[in-house]
């Protein structure tokens, strides 16, 4: 499986911007799919994750309410709806798929990584 990952950019606090994560590869419903970010000088942190039919969802308390992970298995995608978006969520976002539920310890959970997307939230 491959990902990829687009749709960052730059944008005003209080603005939004939708991310996808595009899977190659037939199997991509057999994967729980997150997003991961990494802001400058911190480390790399959870943000949500969806279960393998999209019925299951699990954010970071930092973004609950803002927001929303949904994905289509028919399109091998999973998005990223960010809403009322704040200069903290400044960060290189990551898709990553693993085979199981709940949060990962380390980064070798993970079975595949994108390649990440830049977005910026000015103040």
């Known amino acids: 499986v491959q990902l990829q990952a687009s749709g960052g950019g730059l944008v005003q606090t209080g603005g939004s911007l939708r991310l996808s994560c595009a899977a190659s590869?037939?199997?991509?419903?057999?994967?729980?799919m997150d997003w991961l970010r990494q802001a400058p000088g911190k480390e790399r942190e959870f943000v949500v994750a969806?279960?393998?039919?999209?019925?299951?969802?699990d954010y970071a308390d930092s973004v609950k309410g803002r927001f929303t992970i949904s994905r289509d298995n028919s399109k091998n995608t999973v998005y990223l709806q960010m809403n009322s978006l704040k200069p903290e969520d400044t960060a290189v976002y990551y898709c990553?798929?693993?085979?199981?539920?709940?949060?990962?310890?380390?980064?070798?959970?993970?079975?595949?990584w994108g390649q990440g997307t830049q977005v910026t939230v000015s103040s």
């Open positions: 990553a798929a693993k085979r199981r539920w709940g949060v990962a310890t380390n980064e070798n959970d993970y079975d595949y």
């Open positions: 590869g037939r199997t991509f419903s057999s994967y729980v």
């Open positions: 969806v279960s393998w039919s999209g019925k299951s969802t």
